[in-house]
């Protein structure tokens, strides 16, 4: 497995989500190229940053660059699309709006330009339109390309773990549907040195007592998607064989 592509949303999901993915695969010599379909522009920004909400979608962009830098990561694309937020009318162009399969389109020409042997994106199961519609793209654009990757996963968080932080155990990925868990502890103070690289965002771990911290940020789990997963023993690797 020599080149892992990671498809997410919006800066910083690719360090508040999936930055243990992409330290352990940098870790174990595997390339790793990040498309993120919008900048972010409609985050909220964090308190004291001095930032203007103008200039938040240029902030969080190099953020994101900086960041996947610090993971191990080699490239970033950036897709195109609006930043959708939480809540009311998505506006024209935002990410939420596109057609899935325009949205599919522009992931399965990175797919055919980089060639990865491992596909992951964010399950989307946390509730976010943003990165339920880009779920959905990157898994269409798995099946429409002309390059197929040896693996897909989608990361999650099973709802054991968001079921601690946020009170509410219907949110998150039903835990029987988890097929692989990776130990990402190893990677720990790199991606705590790349998570400081959005300093426009308030990471949610903050938040966190130690213990719930450390079930977020010590554990990887993903779906399998391709091959497709037939049960027997949960995955713990994602990268060997």
Same mark, same amino acid.
């Given at each position: 497995?020599?080149?892992?592509?990671?498809?997410?949303?919006?800066?910083?999901?690719?360090?508040?989500?999936?930055?243990?993915?992409?330290?352990?695969?940098?870790?174990?010599?595997?390339?790793?190229?990040?498309?993120?379909?919008?900048?972010?522009?409609?985050?909220?920004?964090?308190?004291?940053?001095?930032?203007?909400?103008?200039?938040?979608?240029?902030?969080?962009?190099?953020?994101?660059?900086?960041?996947?830098?610090?993971?191990?990561?080699?490239?970033?694309?950036?897709?195109?699309?609006?930043?959708?937020?939480?809540?009311?009318?998505?506006?024209?162009?935002?990410?939420?709006?596109?057609?899935?399969?325009?949205?599919?389109?522009?992931?399965?020409?990175?797919?055919?330009?980089?060639?990865?042997?491992?596909?992951?994106?964010?399950?989307?199961?946390?509730? /976010?339109?943003?990165?339920?519609?880009?779920?959905?793209?990157?898994?269409?654009?798995?099946?429409?390309?002309?390059?197929?990757?040896?693996?897909?996963?989608?990361?999650?968080?099973?709802?054991?773990?968001?079921?601690?932080?946020?009170?509410?155990?219907?949110?998150?990925?039903?835990?029987?549907?988890?097929?692989?868990?990776?130990?990402?502890?190893?990677?720990?103070?790199?991606?705590?040195?790349?998570?400081?690289? /959005?300093?426009?965002?308030?990471?949610?771990?903050?938040?966190?007592?130690?213990?719930?911290? /450390?079930?977020?940020?010590?554990?990887?789990?993903?779906?399998?998607?391709?091959?497709?997963?037939?049960?027997?023993?949960?995955? /713990?690797?994602?990268?060997?064989?």
């Amino acid at each position: 497995m020599n080149k892992l592509l990671v498809v997410v949303a919006h800066p910083d999901d690719e360090t508040f989500g999936l930055g243990s993915v992409i330290a352990h695969a940098a870790s174990h010599g595997v390339e790793v190229a990040v498309a993120c379909a919008t900048r972010g522009e409609l985050g909220e920004v964090a308190p004291g940053s001095g930032i203007e909400r103008a200039e938040l979608g240029d902030v969080r962009e190099a953020e994101l660059r900086a960041a996947v830098h610090e993971l191990g990561g080699s490239r970033v694309e950036m897709l195109g699309w609006l930043d959708s937020g939480v809540d009311g009318e998505p506006a024209p162009g935002s990410l939420t709006s596109a057609p899935v399969h325009e949205v599919a389109a522009a992931v399965a020409r990175v797919l055919e330009r980089e060639r990865p042997d491992v596909v992951v994106t964010a399950d989307g199961s946390d509730g /976010h339109r943003d990165h339920r519609a880009i779920a959905a793209a990157t898994l269409r654009a798995v099946k429409d390309a002309a390059w197929q990757p040896a693996r897909v996963y989608l990361w999650c968080m099973p709802r054991s773990v968001l079921g601690r932080f946020v009170g509410d155990d219907t949110i998150g990925t039903p835990d029987e549907l988890v097929t692989t868990v990776v130990d990402v502890s190893p990677y720990l103070e790199r991606r705590w040195r790349a998570i400081r690289k /959005h300093a426009s965002q308030v990471p949610p771990f903050d938040a966190m007592p130690p213990d719930v911290q /450390h079930a977020f940020l010590g554990t990887d789990h993903f779906i399998r998607i391709e091959p497709e997963w037939t049960g027997g023993p949960l995955e /713990h690797e994602l990268f060997a064989g």
